[in-house]
């Protein structure tokens, strides 16, 4: 088990190592960016660690070129950085989108449901920076199509809120917690809480949640 980790972990590290190494060989270079492009789709299939140095300098390319820019990979590099949240990943990439993505105006050549696609995203990342938790869950379901193939998407975001809750709160009522954190059972809560491994504990008794981090 371990030698196969330790497989995983250089393969891993000659991935990123090799994406530098292209980036240096090629600055600046709109037409070398279809290696970095697959690179973005082995991270989402998560053949590949999230790499954001790789995917800033992917974005910047698009911004810079906005003509070779892929919305399909505009969406997916939103979505991991939206997936390492707290990090300001996310907002960074926001204002690099191609300012041709960003117009609503419709053409002959634009994908109208890549289109629509970001603006969602935008919501709901607003959504999860505002910490308008409900208001995500909601938009999120309306569109979920979207996320398919974002293996531990739910997972990531469900830790994103637990990180913002234990900065607010010492207790928070296990019901309460899996409204927030769009859960149907105290068993489901559990074993989010555990994989998650921040530190809280459970009070069956009073069937609250103690963020131990904070006494």
């Not at 991270?43 to 800033?56: G, P, R, T």
């Not at 991991?80 to 204002?95: G, H, I, Q, R």
């Not at 999120?140 to 531990?152: D, H, P, R, T, V």
């Amino acid at each position: 088990m371990a030698q196969f980790e330790k497989h995983e972990a250089d393969k891993y590290a000659q991935l990123r190592d090799n994406m530098e190494i292209h980036i240096e060989d090629n600055l600046y270079d709109e037409t070398k960016l279809k290696q970095l492009e697959d690179y973005v789709n082995k991270q989402v299939s998560e053949e590949a660690l999230y790499d954001f140095h790789s995917n800033l300098y992917l974005m910047k390319m698009y911004s810079l070129y906005p003509e070779v820019a892929k919305k399909n990979i505009v969406i997916k590099l939103l979505l991991k950085a939206m997936m390492n949240l707290p990090e300001s990943d996310f907002t960074s990439l926001v204002y690099l989108i191609p300012m041709t993505m960003q117009s609503k105006s419709k053409s002959m050549d634009q994908s109208i449901s890549k289109q629509k696609e970001i603006e969602i995203i935008l919501n709901l990342g607003q959504h999860l920076e505002d910490c308008e938790f409900d208001l995500f869950w909601k938009e999120y379901n309306l569109n979920k199509k979207i996320f398919e193939q974002f293996k531990s998407f739910e997972f990531e975001i469900r830790r994103y809120i637990c990180l913002m809750i234990q900065s607010i709160y010492q207790n928070i009522n296990i019901s309460f917690l899996c409204q927030l954190l769009q859960l149907n059972t105290e068993k489901e809560l559990e074993n989010i809480i555990n994989e998650i491994n921040i530190g809280w504990i459970i009070d069956k008794k009073i069937r609250n949640y103690s963020n131990t981090k904070n006494k």
